[in-house]
């Protein structure tokens, strides 16, 4: 495959979008696809109009966390129809099925601008990308091409994890992407019957953060075992649990993007 410059295709594609949010991790497993979908979901609970492209092309996660009303891959004026759950458009490399993962790093990029461009988006206010984890070269050129707005940046409260947030905040910075907000996830464990919280990974890092970079959105979201369940059941936290205190957390995620 020869290289494309794929930035003006990209802008092109987007015309109808109005905001990119990268949401980004440094490692993977840190819950960056459970905070990707539901932050859109919070988004499109508050009247927005959203697409969620999974950009994870190692572990494409959205066909497990949000089954679509159908799963079949149509056209639309002469592009891949999005897939659609609750009113939000999805699409993955899980929904169109390519043998992406044996591919290398500057095929990825070019992959993954070709399937968000030949996309019909249409009209957006949101469009959330659930970047592949991590702030090597793919990411690096993804995030110049993409036209991002901003980016939210997932973690975890191990000490190693202040490390890794600085990484991606570095990352986006490279490509004048502004940060917008830092999620802890897992960040502490509520006992469900003394409402006492326990923080299990240490007490997190956030207030360095903001000292240090001056960021201002920090979240926690608990360890929440039906957050689990439900993402493995494909309906997304923030739709079925919509008045749980987790689910308003990210309803306030929501507000600062
Ligand atoms: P990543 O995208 O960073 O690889 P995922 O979002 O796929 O991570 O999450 C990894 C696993 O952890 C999933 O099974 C998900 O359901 C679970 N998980 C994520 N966040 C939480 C949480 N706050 N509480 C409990 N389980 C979580």
């Known amino acids: 495959m020869t290289a494309v410059d794929v930035s003006t295709t990209v802008n092109g594609a987007l015309k109808g979008v109005r905001s990119v949010i990268a949401v980004a991790s440094c490692k993977g497993g840190v819950g960056k696809s459970t905070t990707a979908v539901n932050l859109a979901y919070a988004l499109s609970k508050a009247g927005a109009r959203v697409g969620i492209m999974d950009a994870d ?51 990825i ?37 993409l036209n991002i707005t901003a980016a939210v940046i997932v973690t975890t409260p191990q000490k190693l994890s202040f490390v890794d947030v600085v990484k991606g905040l570095d990352m986006f910075m490279k490509v004048n992407v502004p940060s917008i907000a830092v ?21 997190g890092y956030t207030q360095r953060l903001k000292n240090q970079f001056g960021i201002q959105n920090s ?19 923030v739709v079925s649990e919509p008045d749980s205190e987790t689910s308003l957390i990210y309803d306030d995620i929501a507000k600062s993007v």
């Open 183 to 203: 999620v802890e996830n897992m960040s502490y464990f509520e006992a469900p019957d003394t409402k006492i919280k326990h923080y299990i990974f240490g007490s």
């Open 219 to 237: 979240f926690g979201i608990p360890i929440e075992t039906d957050l689990a369940e439900k993402c493995d059941a494909g309906v997304p936290f």
């Open 109 to 145: 990029a070019n992959m993954l601008s070709q399937l968000l461009t030949t996309t019909n988006w249409g009209e957006l206010d949101y469009l959330i990308i659930d970047m592949p984890p991590g702030t090597g070269d793919v990411q690096l050129t993804l995030s110049q091409n």
């Open 57 to 107: 092309i190692y572990g494409p996660s959205l066909p497990t966390m949000v089954v679509p009303e159908s799963d079949m891959v149509e056209f639309e004026e002469g592009l891949i129809k999005p897939l659609r759950y609750e009113g939000v458009k999805l699409m993955s490399f899980g929904y169109v099925n390519s043998d992406s993962a044996i591919m290398r790093g500057p095929m």
